[in-house]
């Protein structure tokens, strides 16, 4: 039982385009979301988060929103650049019980093309 | 220094074998975690150290035995394995949760582990 899922595998986009990557989430609990990002043969990196009592944040090029209705949360990237091609972790967490809870999604590998 | 260093990068082992996975953090983290990746899945929690003291471990088997000698260093010892625990083995460390960001983890590059 997949508490945490990408359903998009893979995503390829042009340089300078929009990414949108999806994650959603089934359990209630989970009230603090993160995104990570992994290079091949480097451990992940965490990217950015976001609070329940938040429905949008953004750092940069990149921005998070949640809609807690749907237990649904996207990374916006904007303009996506050739050093942004990595795979993608979602995770989430129960915030009173913050790192030690974290669940990841499967990835989604994230492909700029120049 | 930011850095989670994980040593060996790559290890081969026969089931009989006892070997050892390192994991170091000059950070001054007082959690750190061993987590298991097989291809194309997402990172699994295995165990959590809090403090240097074990506070989660998720039902894993006990072939697998960490240890935790001080506030920067964790071990995870390994007898007996099976081929299916083939996978990377990835080691992070965060701050206490009551400070920092809450699920912020620093992970190392991961222990590329094969079972023969």
């Known amino acids: 039982d997949q508490q945490v899922k990408q359903n998009s595998p893979s995503l390829s986009v042009q340089e300078g385009r929009i990414s949108i990557l999806n994650c959603d989430y089934t359990n209630s609990m989970f009230d603090y979301f993160l995104w990570y990002k992994k290079y091949p043969a480097e451990g992940p990196t965490f990217l950015i988060s976001?609070?329940?009592?938040?429905d949008k944040n953004e750092d940069g090029r990149f921005t998070v929103f949640l809609n807690k209705s749907a237990k649904h949360l996207s990374l916006h990237i904007v303009p996506s650049q050739p050093g942004d091609s990595a795979v993608y972790f979602c995770?989430?967490?129960?915030?009173?019980?913050?790192?030690?809870?974290?669940?990841f999604g499967q990835g989604t590998r994230l492909t700029i093309n120049p | 220094d930011t850095e989670v260093t994980q040593t060996p990068k790559h290890l081969v082992m026969g089931m009989t074998n006892k070997k050892s996975l390192k994991c170091e953090q000059h950070?001054?983290?007082?959690?750190m975690y061993w987590y298991k990746q097989k291809a194309k899945k997402p990172p699994e929690l295995m165990f959590v150290?809090?403090?240097?003291?074990?506070?989660i471990n998720e039902s894993v088997p006990s072939r697998f035995s960490p240890e935790c000698p001080n506030s920067s260093l964790l071990n995870l010892h390994l007898h007996a394995l099976q081929p299916e625990d083939s996978a990377l083995y990835l080691c992070?460390?965060?701050?206490?949760?009551?400070?920092?960001?809450?699920?912020?983890?620093?992970f190392g590059e991961g222990s590329r582990l094969t079972v023969l």
């Open positions: 995770a989430a967490t129960p915030s009173i019980q913050g790192a030690q809870k974290l669940v």
């Open positions: 976001i609070s329940s009592i938040k």
């Open positions: 150290y809090s403090y240097e003291k074990l506070s």
């Open positions: 992070a460390s965060s701050q206490d949760r009551r400070t920092g960001r809450t699920g912020e983890l620093f």
């Open positions: 950070m001054g983290h007082r959690a």
